[in-house]
């Protein structure tokens, strides 16, 4: 009996699976904790940034990450640890956060994260001593993190800006890679007073929502975000900016990618995503017009020199941005009558459009690049005809040259990856980034008169 009992155990044993093998397969949740505290040009210390990088870091370790931290890092400092970091998530291929609390900065429309030596009098040291945000999150994501997530709370009034610039324009949004999560503390451009506490108000709903158990990952973050605007009544606006297309949590095990597949396997058809489209902006009321202060003013000028070019160009603008299409293609009218431009040629090229003029918005298009080559508002504004007329090839070509020409823009993304997505490819990661950079740019294109959803 003992041989037959041995035998059978040794049998059972031999068909467990692997322990250690599933461990190693499972992806992991790695995290960088950063506080800087103590610049030397600022006069005070920022106790909370050190405070809150260390109840960060604990909550984190807690929920089972490999978390490094770093207190009042230098430059050299934190490009060190930033190494490790990259090593960690090329091993790990999971979830990879980074927390900066400090002082952030933006020049050229990008966000730089600032070392506690950083030595800055005028707007190029920012390039040289900072480090770039979207930088970090590209070798994230380039080290084969599956989720990034960024958590800065660095919206903070700085000693370095008052040396080059009047005001403070506060942090920049970040082009982020596809399934990615970046939580600002305060709304873009905009900057909040130094905490006079020992732990930011930010970092405290943060990490309230984060120990809420069953929630996913960015739900505890918008949860941050509507908990710091209830508690300032609307004065401190956290900012957040997602291109996630998986779920994760804080707290719960990342899933490998054998696990995924085989839940996505068993997915039935009645509990895939149904793709809703978002509802077009009503157009605006006649009291809601006549009440806007450049259109008021505008029109008054008009009434004064019917000839007034710019008055007329003007308030065809605000009427266009208002989505009172209709009204604006006569300003532009009298504008090109009188003197034509590439400007006013593209901005009735979109009002066309948006109203279904696709043959005549296609010639001022083509007009507006004609009298100016290389218009990216102009490429941008024919991709969308190209959408509408149905050419996709033709759309992915115009909104690629009007991206090559400014990587943020947002109605190129999204138009280049509808345009992908009709084509038969996967327009996702387009779509994703400019939805991360404008939720409600699906919106905007409905007002266009182009479904989200369509095929």
């Avoid at 158990?213 to 900012?239: D, H, M």
């Avoid at 490429?379 to 996709?392: P, Q, T």
């Amino acid at each position: 009996m003992r041989v037959i009992f041995a035998l059978l155990l040794t049998s059972i044993v031999a068909g467990l699976p692997n322990i250690e093998a599933l461990a190693a397969d499972r992806p992991g949740k790695v995290a960088l904790i950063i506080g800087n505290a103590k610049y030397p040009d600022n006069d005070a210390i920022l106790n909370d940034a050190a405070n809150d990088a260390q109840d960060i870091a604990d909550e984190l370790k807690h929920d089972g990450f490999d978390v490094e931290k770093g207190i009042n890092l230098t430059g050299d400092g934190m490009r060190q640890a930033l190494d490790r970091f990259y090593a960690k998530v090329q091993q790990e291929r999971g979830l990879a956060v980074i927390f900066f609390s400090g002082f952030g900065i933006q020049s050229g429309r990008e966000t730089y994260l600032l070392p506690v030596d950083a030595q800055i009098w005028v707007e190029g040291d920012v390039v040289r001593d900072g480090l770039n945000l979207e930088t970090i999150l590209d070798q994230m994501n380039s080290h084969g993190a599956s989720i990034k997530v960024a958590l800065l709370d660095a919206s903070r009034r700085n000693p370095y800006e008052r040396r080059f610039r009047r005001s403070s324009m506060g942090l920049a949004p970040a082009v982020t890679p596809i399934n990615s999560l970046v939580l600002y503390s305060s709304a873009l451009g905009s900057v909040v007073t130094t905490s006079k506490n020992d732990h930011s108000l930010f970092v405290t709903e943060l990490l309230k929502e984060i120990r809420t158990p069953g929630v996913t990952g960015e739900q505890a973050l918008r949860s941050t975000q509507e908990g710091v605007i209830s508690a300032t009544q609307g004065e401190q606006v956290p900012w957040l900016s997602s291109s996630l297309i998986s779920a994760f949590s804080f707290t719960g095990p990342i899933q490998s990618v054998e696990e995924k597949r085989k839940e996505n396997d068993t997915t039935t058809d009645e509990h895939k995503v149904i793709c809703v489209p978002p509802q077009p902006y009503p157009p605006p009321s006649q009291e809601e017009l006549s009440d806007d202060p450049t259109v008021k003013e505008m029109t008054q000028r008009i009434a004064a020199n019917r000839n007034d070019q710019d008055a007329h160009f003007k308030r065809g603008r605000t009427y266009a941005i208002k989505h009172a299409y209709a009204l604006a293609v006569p300003d532009f009218d009298e504008v090109i009558r009188q003197h034509p431009d590439g400007e006013t040629y593209n901005n009735r090229c979109w009002t066309r459009a948006v109203l279904g003029d696709l043959q005549g918005a296609l010639k001022d298009c083509d007009e507006a690049l004609r009298l100016k080559p290389g218009l990216a508002v102009a490429l941008d504004s024919r991709g969308l005809v190209d959408l509408k007329l149905g050419r996709n090839a033709d759309a992915i070509r115009d909104y690629s040259a009007s991206i090559d020409k400014d990587a943020r823009s947002v109605s190129s993304l999204f138009g280049r990856g509808l345009a992908t997505r009709r084509s038969g490819g996967d327009g996702s990661f387009d779509l994703s980034l400019a939805k991360s950079m404008d939720s409600n740019i699906g919106r905007e294109f409905a007002s266009y008169g182009v479904n989200e959803c369509a095929p």
